[in-house]
């Protein structure tokens, strides 16, 4: 019956299906009833998530770069998160534990993997640290979300990265949508001059709350386009010079998000990929930086004395903004980072084994400040930011174990991606995993500055990336060049 009805009126029921949902929510909105037109969506969602956990979980990460935190919206909320990629994570974390009880398991081999034993690692001391926290309330919140995103970004993902070009889409659609990020912000800049540095610190708001996180994106981003050029054919001109472009794109922004550390990590991520390519043996490697931390050891005084005497402060010329990155003397970035830093540190050392608890160190540290070390962008009950730190942070809030538990989950990231690259016997692999591997090594290095895996916004990215370097190694890294991927 539904069947005749459809053949006979197909376009007559849309329509009227459309039409009665359109007037259906005018008479909400002006009623100020501004929640009933979102039924539809939640209702939408929630059917993908039972059907489609795959095409759900890509649907979020579409979102992410465009998500908007709940307090830009609300004020005067005692909580925050981004909306909507963190209620749709939730609801994601929740529908994994219904499956796990109906026995859908992840793959064992996944389960097993040293990078996801790490991650046990990591959230088992977080809970242990929750229990013992001077707020319970914020470190269990922070637990919650660091759950979301490591079971939707990594354990969901590593099934969706069983085929290869699911990696492919992964970043195309956070690309895309960044893409749209990228043209607003420059939009935006371009009306008070490319060269006003004050400004790049906001013109991607409401997305991202500051160019730090903006510009780190892009690091993790920016290896991976080129590998993604690299996998055009030669032949397809057109594609190919739309890719460049892309890239030229992305280049240029993060030139003008005036993001210091961004460039800086970067450069270093260069070097890694100079040593991975010239294949330098281990040891040779290890041997260079004893020896340059030893260098640094020995010249320390002088090398200290030689920054307190850069004067040069950020600014909108581009020479000065490179020159103040070692100004530790009058950059009042350099040295609110440092009296962040400092007082992580002081932190520690009153609670060096379970730390004050996750998520609490903007609260807890302003009693940790000195007044030599605070600056003009300080606030006397430090109730502003984070430790700056994606290392100094847990250690402050979590002890060394949980330093220790982030450490681990970077060296045996690293390690996988490494044996990755060396022993693939694909071309594409091998590039990929290259590529996934420089993207993260920017943003561990760009951590020792800051810090964002609190956010949608980097979380999509470094837990996917370590997603896809765990499925290269357990799905594709053993496959002959000439095979298909098996699903």
């Known amino acids: 019956m539904i069947n005749g009805i459809k053949e006979r009126y197909p376009k007559a029921l849309l329509w009227g299906i459309l039409i009665s949902f ?26 993908l998530a039972i059907v489609a956990v795959d095409k759900y979980l890509l649907v979020i990460v579409f979102f992410v770069p465009v998500s908007v935190p709940l307090s830009r919206l609300i004020e005067g909320l005692s909580i925050d998160m981004y909306l909507p990629t963190e209620p749709l994570l939730a609801g994601l974390l929740l529908l994994y534990m219904v499956k796990y009880l109906m026995g859908d398991r992840i793959d064992l081999k996944v389960l097993r993997h040293p990078v996801t034993l790490a991650i046990y690692f990591h ?32 354990l969901l993902a590593t099934q969706l990265f069983r085929k290869e070009k699911r990696m492919h889409t992964y970043v195309w659609l ?29 013109v991607a708001s409401p997305f991202y709350k500051d160019h ?39 280049a240029f922004a993060t ?72 100004n530790i003397s009058t950059d009042q970035s350099n040295l609110e980072r440092l009296n962040r830093w400092s007082c992580a540190f002081r932190m520690w050392k009153d609670k060096p084994l379970f730390g004050f608890g996750p998520g609490t160190y903007q609260f807890e540290y302003g009693r940790y400040q ?13 109730t502003r930011g984070n430790a700056h730190s994606e290392y100094l942070g847990p250690l402050a809030e979590t002890g060394v174990f949980g330093l220790l538990s982030i450490l681990l989950v970077v060296g045996t990231t690293i390690y996988t991606g490494i044996r990755v690259y060396l022993t693939s016997k694909r071309r594409t692999i091998r590039i990929f995993s ?37 499925a290269m190694d357990i799905y594709h890294r053993d496959l002959p060049e000439e095979d298909e991927e098996i699903v």
């Open 22 to 47: 359109v007037a259906l929510n005018s008479i909400m909105l002006a009623l100020e009833i501004f929640y009933i037109p979102l039924v539809p969506a939640v209702l939408l969602f929630l059917a």
């Open 123 to 154: 959230l088992s001391w977080l809970f242990i640290t929750c229990l013992t926290s001077t707020d319970m309330l914020v470190s269990f919140k922070m637990l919650a979300s660091r759950l979301w995103f490591i079971v939707g970004f990594y």
């Open 174 to 202: 956070f690309v895309i949508a960044f893409s749209g990020v990228i043209i607003y912000a420059l939009i935006n800049h371009m009306q008070y001059g490319l060269d006003n540095q004050e400004m790049a610190h906001r």
């Open 212 to 250: 730090t996180s903006y510009g780190a994106t892009m690091g993790f981003i920016l290896p991976v386009l080129v590998a993604l050029f690299l996998f055009i054919k030669r032949e397809d001109i057109n594609t190919r010079f739309l890719m460049v472009l892309l890239i030229l794109l992305f």
């Open 255 to 326: 030139v003008v998000s005036y993001t210091r550390a961004t460039w800086v990590s970067i450069l270093a991520s260069v070097g890694f990929w100079t040593i991975l390519k010239l294949k330098i043996r281990f040891e040779i490697v290890l041997v260079a930086a004893v020896i340059l931390s030893g260098l640094f050891l020995s010249l320390r005084t002088e090398m200290m004395v030689k920054l307190e005497q850069n004067r040069v402060e950020s600014s909108g010329e581009f020479s000065e903004h490179v020159q103040s990155i070692s």
């Open 370 to 382: 000195r007044s030599y070390e605070k600056t003009r962008i300080s606030t006397d009950f430090g």
């Open 434 to 470: 290259l590529a996934v591997l420089v993207g993260l090594v920017s943003y561990y290095l760009h951590g020792v500055l800051n810090n964002f895996l609190d956010t949608d916004k980097i979380s999509v990215l470094f837990w996917g990336f370590t997603a896809m370097l765990v």
